[in-house]
């Protein structure tokens, strides 16, 4: 897609990749390429299907009438550049049903604050990154976890063996990276299904680990990721590797936040990885000397507690079968 878009700039054309938001993964290569590249927000666009994105001929047309209203995005600002209020608007209203699951053994943000252990976290892969990745966790003898978009776990099927084959966890990150917010409770069914569905069909095993892009979720779809079984993990350091901030920049954002039980957000996927390559083995580095173990995110699942928390039909009457 960047090369034919290359390929019409050289001949002279104005051009620029239009992206909606319920497909978070070609922003990223497109920026990365140094192409221009345009939001176009739901409330511009007629419903989508259920399994997937607005047509291209749609996007581009809705584009072309309303150039005004689209959102320019950087990489620096990220996908979500001009809905950052609602973003976190739509995390404070969900603060109590996390509580509610997360001592029910359905939402995680941290694990044992008291264990010596650190869980790496590598989100939006497969990707042509992931087996350098894999291959600096090999030569450490370190454990990590891979919360994978089911698009790329579809078009990677022997990375994603080579994960499962070497002990690291497969975690579901949707289907094609989409801002939560905007999703039905059927499309978010869809992204979660088929992402367990192109995992299961290579490893024979699906994740019962979920982590929503961006770590946007409102009440409503955490309570839709725990019906299907799936316990929602985010993260309490962050590495802030897909801003590009350089390899200094990683390995400082990551080793500053980094405590005991510690959940660290990286990526090895969603754009150029480069710099994330090029930070882990010093971030591998510092942990092990401070004496840390890097264990994968499934050993900081606590069980449920039976009088810790409600039945979740019961955490937020009336969202079964309902829609945002």
């Not at 320019?72 to 609602?86: A, F, I, M, N, Y």
């Not at 084959?165 to 975690?171: I, Q, V």
């Not at 090029?278 to 449920?304: C, H, K, M, N, W």
Request: glycine share 10%; aromatic share 6%; proline share 7%.
């Amino acid at each position: 897609m960047a090369a034919t878009l290359r390929r019409l700039e050289a001949d002279g054309n104005s051009v620029a990749g239009v992206v909606e938001s319920t497909n978070g993964l070609l922003d990223g290569p497109l920026l990365a390429a140094g192409l221009p590249v345009l939001r176009v927000d739901p409330w511009l666009l007629p419903r989508r299907p259920v399994g997937g994105s607005a047509p291209a001929r749609t996007l581009a047309l809705r584009a072309k009438d309303n150039v005004g209203l689209l959102v320019p995005l950087d990489v620096r600002s990220g996908t979500l550049k001009g809905r950052t209020t609602e973003y976190d608007d739509a995390i404070a209203g969900s603060a109590d049903v996390e509580k509610s699951m997360a001592k029910n053994g359905l939402f995680l943000e941290h694990g044992d604050a008291t264990a010596r252990q650190v869980a790496l976290t590598f989100d939006d892969g497969p990707s042509p990154f992931t087996d350098r990745v894999l291959d600096i966790l090999r030569n450490y003898e370190a454990k990590a976890t891979f919360f994978c978009v089911g698009l790329h776990a579809d078009c990677y099927p022997k990375t994603v063996a080579r994960i499962a084959a070497e002990g690291h966890l497969l975690g579901n990150h949707t289907w094609s990276h989409p801002f939560v917010p905007d999703l039905t409770r059927d499309e978010m069914r869809f992204q979660i299904q088929a992402t367990n569905q192109a995992i299961r069909m290579v490893t024979d095993v699906e994740p019962t680990l979920v982590r929503p892009p961006y770590g946007s979720r409102t009440p409503e779809a955490l309570v839709w990721m725990a019906e299907m079984g799936m316990t929602t993990v985010l993260w309490d350091a962050d590495s802030r590797d897909w801003s590009l901030p350089g390899p200094d920049g990683i390995v400082a954002n990551a080793l500053s936040q980094a405590r005991n039980g510690s959940i660290v957000l990286m990526h090895d996927g969603g754009g150029n990885r480069e710099e994330t390559v090029l930070a882990l083995p010093r971030i591998l580095d510092s942990l092990l000397e401070q004496g840390y173990t890097l264990v994968t995110a499934d050993r900081f699942t606590a069980p449920a507690d039976p009088a810790g928390s409600p039945v979740l039909q019961d955490v937020l009457p009336g969202v079964r079968g309902g829609e945002l």
